[in-house]
């Protein structure tokens, strides 16, 4: 259907002339749009408190508590079952977010501007590894934590970005490929190269040397830095991509932990939602697969726009997380995903393959044909609130909301 | 004729073999250049939506 | 009580993820309860404490250091899972065999072989038409070996193809040589200037190899599908093939082999001859005769049909001398369709009552009398199991049960060889024959569908044939004639 081509060609134009820079850090309450007191946004798509997971009631309630809408977990939970907050997706919202994908008037935002379409996204500032929010996680330690986030850390950062006018993204993510990362389970060398940038013009801005330290120390003891700001590019790159007449492109891929959902340009916002699958990977000691929540969160983002499971063949050290996989297979990942994809990136390249561009633009007819499932690259949480992450791994999309998906569109292209 | 049977008859045969995995080694043998193709039924073994995908162009 | 031993190797890095598939394969060991390889982080000291792997020794770890933890239910269970741990740090990195990808999709394929121009489907007759279509849209031509396929879906792809300009052989398209190149049941044949299309496998075969054994050449075989002729489908196939033979500068003349078409579509492929021009021959097995262009000839045999390609005279051998026989009947057992169908034929011009699965017009079925002619090559037959071509052993039980009749004067047979074929079926059939016995028995007379030049070597095959002392003709047809005279009819 030449129809369905061009409009796929658009969407994927779209995509990849896209233009995402980091341009502040701001209070969700004045950037967010439409954001209230009172509602909490979470990662995947639409889901009430009955049917939300252990971690994801965990981070609620912590976030309420947070906020100041409850007095302590028990109070915040009573309210969450009783209809006091109002939840809606992240995605609904500009917004992403990662795991529980907790987002709430008083959090900091980073904010990417998609300087070719104007259109923004956010997505709320990573908070390290071990016990935190994003896992479920929900003691004082946590709160302390986004606490430090909102009061110091969120001014310094966005003081820096401001000062440099910015920091564009393309180029860090195209650097960080040839260094190994595919920005979903490894960010390392995105987040060094943002501290490289943002370090000095963070040293200028400063007014307290002892928040500056600790503000530096934060970005440069946690690897995963990078990871919210690649969900808030992905988003914005995403957006630019929706709501493109006869286009079958996935625009979102998320989870709450309980449903995945997918979004596709030519069927506008309704989502096509089916049972989330369990991740398969390697469990950190004294955990296993008995411990693992199902897969959750908004960071597929990533993989929609060609990075980390996608981006595999740049990532051999993460291929390993596959199980069977050797270092040497991590390329056919890339390739196998090359099948499901419109375009091949011509900006984000992986030199071992040759520069082979990252396969972007996930095509929902093809991943239907050919079977294969987009592969995301995970992080697994507990399956009980506030212990956190106990293993990362890989885990498929499930095959049957592409299906419902397609049906949905092929009723709407009007073939039968 | 169309171009695509002109070069078909024009030669060389580049076979992209969907199935019996013996005509992709018999093709080989013989220095056909041939790609085989890792099938499975498409669409979960569903021959309506792998029609319906045919036709929206897959 | 548990065993706790730790081990501590200063200044050692490993990736973690390389870490954590080595802890899970220590853990995994028989009374090990917990394992854990790490990096001496102050983090993963205190996941490490928590995970009870903490021994004193390890607690000097730094964060350079790689740290390793073992929990055991003995001191020697624990003490072996350190050693396995050892090893598995020193033993070398392992490496993917770097297997070639290969992909899921026709899509994919294409795009890993540049310039491709033919689809060689054989998926179940379900999904065929599917992968044909995707073919077609992506510039290829397509050739579908796969049968059971709804001949209203054939009709369809067809006009599609023919819209976008493709060549859709088949389904159930057995045969083709295009540019030199056999396909799925082909023989190696010299290239020529003799153009064919025909919509039956073991026809083609039979035509291109007697062509090639009388010194002609082929520029191409376009197999079409035992239905185009059909009037569901219209020749659509057939007629493109047409235009593009008589377009084709490597091709001089053209022969066309099929089954009788539908009344409408006979006319339109011998105006699609006539107007292309170029000296035809078609051969509509079992047809009567027909008004024809004055550019077209009609056969009515295969034989002739290839001597009429090559512009030379039929030479019919005399038959050999066979043992004679009380009874007048001849049983056929066939594993190509339209050599059975060159048989019914030969034997009911002869004046022979004739009966067969797989009827020619003016033939009855398979039951009454006369001689019995079999295609087990035919869906009743193959469903569920190999084609007789690809494993003649599905033709045994019918072999067996013949070759112990007294009431038979001759059994005919064909042997078809070449690609796709099974790799010796002379032999298989001489070992049928030597396991029967020498007693009284019904002369075998045969022929081999085949050139020198293919793999199976068709010499070879007759000699094995002849030592066994099996009657050989040089052709199908001939092997007919020879039944007749074993039975003094010919």
């Not at chain 1, 508590?65 to 006091?84: F, I, M, Q, R, T």
């Not at chain 3, 007789?388 to 009749?405: C, E, G, K, Q």
Request: with cysteine.
């Amino acid at each position: 259907m030449e129809a369905i081509e061009k409009a796929n060609a658009l969407a994927v134009e779209r995509i990849l002339t896209s233009d995402p820079v980091l341009i502040d850090v701001m209070p969700a309450r004045d950037v967010v749009p439409g954001l209230k007191d009172g509602m909490i946004l979470h990662a995947g798509p639409p889901i009430e408190w009955d049917r939300m997971c252990g971690p994801m009631k965990g981070a609620i309630t912590g976030i309420a508590v947070y906020e100041g809408w409850a007095s302590d977990l028990a109070d915040a939970e009573a309210k969450a079952a009783a209809g006091d907050f109002e939840f809606h997706p992240n995605h609904h919202f500009d917004c992403v977010g990662p795991m529980t994908g907790m987002t709430t008037v008083s959090q900091p935002m980073l904010v990417v501007e998609n300087r070719t379409f104007g259109n923004r996204a956010y997505c709320a500032i990573n908070e390290g590894l071990g016990k935190v929010m994003r896992f479920g996680g929900n003691d004082a330690e946590v709160l302390d934590r986004l606490r430090w986030l909102r009061d110091d850390f969120g001014p310094a950062l966005g003081g820096a970005i401001r000062h440099n006018g910015g920091l564009e993204l393309k180029n860090i993510i195209a650097r960080g490929l040839t260094m190994g990362d595919e920005m979903h389970q490894r960010n390392v060398a995105c987040s060094g190269l943002t501290l490289r940038a943002l370090a000095p013009a963070m040293a200028e801005t400063a007014t307290d040397n002892a928040v500056l330290a600790k503000a530096l120390a934060f970005i440069a003891g946690n690897d995963q830095f990078f990871l919210n700001i690649a969900m808030a590019m992905g988003k914005s790159m995403t957006d630019a991509a929706r709501g493109i007449d006869g286009s079958s492109i996935v625009t979102s891929m998320s989870r709450n932990g309980t449903d995945f959902g997918v979004r596709v340009s030519g069927t506008g916002d309704q989502w096509f939602v089916a049972p989330v699958e369990m991740p398969e990977g390697l469990y950190f000691p004294g955990y296993s697969e008995a411990d693992a929540n199902p897969d959750m969160g908004d960071s597929a983002i990533v993989e929609t726009i060609g990075l980390g499971g996608f981006a595999m063949g740049a990532s051999p050290a993460v291929a390993g997380f596959v199980g069977a996989g050797s270092a040497s297979d991590a390329g056919n990942f890339t390739r196998a995903m090359g099948e499901i994809t419109a375009a091949e990136s011509p900006e984000w390249t992986i030199p071992a393959m040759d520069y082979l561009g990252v396969p972007t633009g996930i095509d929902i007819r093809l991943v239907v044909d050919t079977g294969l499932a987009p592969t995301i690259n995970t992080g697994i949480a507990h399956r009980k609130p506030g212990i956190g992450q106990v293993g990362a791994g890989v885990v498929k999309a499930p095959m049957e909301c592409f299906t419902q998906a397609l049906a949905a569109f092929a009723d709407r292209m009007g073939v039968s | 004729m169309s171009d695509a049977i002109k070069d078909l008859l024009a030669g060389p045969v580049k076979v992209v073999n969907i199935g019996l995995e013996g005509f992709e080694a018999e093709l080989s043998a013989q220095d056909v250049e041939v790609v085989q193709v890792d099938w499975s039924p498409p669409a979960g073994g569903d021959p309506k939506l792998a029609d319906l995908l045919s036709k929206l162009g897959a | 009580m548990a065993h706790v031993l730790n081990e501590v190797r200063r200044g050692f890095y490993l990736d973690s993820v390389a870490l954590m598939r080595m802890s899970r394969a220590i853990a995994g060991m028989d009374g090990v309860e917990e394992a854990a390889l790490m990096m001496g982080t102050p983090a993963n000291h205190e996941i490490m404490a928590d995970a009870r792997l903490l021994a004193d020794a390890g607690k000097t770890a730094g964060g350079g250091d790689l740290l390793i933890g073992i929990r055991a239910t003995s001191q020697p269970v624990a003490e072996a899972a350190l050693a396995e741990a050892t090893a598995l740090l020193d033993a070398p990195a392992t490496r993917g065999d770097g297997a070639a990808y290969r992909p899921k999709s026709l899509r994919a394929a294409v795009g890993m072989l540049p310039g491709a121009n033919l689809a060689l489907i054989s998926v179940p007759g379900d999904f065929a038409v599917a992968e044909a279509r995707k073919a077609i849209r992506r510039g290829l031509n397509a050739m579908i070996f796969s049968d059971n396929v709804d001949i209203e879906a054939e009709a369809a792809l067809k006009a599609e193809a023919r819209e976008l300009g493709r060549l859709v052989m088949g389904p159930d398209c057995g045969t083709a040589i295009i540019a030199g190149t056999p396909l799925a049941f082909a023989n190696v044949v010299p290239r020529g200037s003799i153009g064919m299309i025909g919509a039956s496998g073991t026809g083609l075969q039979e035509v291109t190899c007697l062509v090639a054994q009388h010194g002609g050449g082929i520029s191409h075989a376009i197999g079409v599908g035992g239905r185009d002729l059909k009037a569901e489908v219209g020749g659509i196939s057939t007629l493109m093939a047409i235009e593009a033979l008589a377009a084709d500068p490597g091709t001089d003349s053209i022969v066309l082999i099929a089954k009788p078409p539908a009344g409408d579509v006979a006319k339109a492929v011998l105006e699609a001859l006539e107007i292309g021009g170029k000296p035809a021959v078609i051969c509509f097995m079992g047809a009567a005769e027909m008004e024809l262009p004055e550019n077209v000839r009609q056969c009515f045999s295969l034989k002739n049909t290839a001597f009429a390609a090559l512009g030379e005279k039929p030479t019919t051998p005399a038959p050999p001398s066979m043992q004679a026989s009380d009874s007048e009947e001849i049983l056929g057992l066939f594993a190509g369709g339209t050599l059975c169908a060159e048989a019914q034929v030969i034997l009911r011009d002869a004046g022979q009552t004739v009966r067969s699965n797989a009827p020619v017009t003016g033939i009855s079925t398979q039951d009454g009398d006369g001689h019995l002619m079999l295609d087990l090559g035919d869906d009743d037959y193959t469903r569920g199991r190999p084609h007789p071509m690809i494993d003649p052993t599905v033709r045994n039980d019918a072999f067996i049960d013949a070759l112990a009749r007294t009431d038979l004067a001759a059994i005919l047979c064909d042997v078809v060889i070449g690609y796709g074929a099974h790799g010796d079926p002379a032999g298989h059939l001489v070992a049928l024959v030597s396991a029967h016995g020498t007693d009284t028995s019904p002369v075998l007379i045969t022929s081999v569908c085949g050139t020198d030049g293919d793999p199976q070597g068709r010499a070879g095959q007759i000699a094995k044939l002849e030592e066994a002392g099996i009657h050989v003709a040089p052709s199908n047809a001939d092997a007919a004639k020879w039944a007749l005279a074993a039975i003094g009819a010919g």
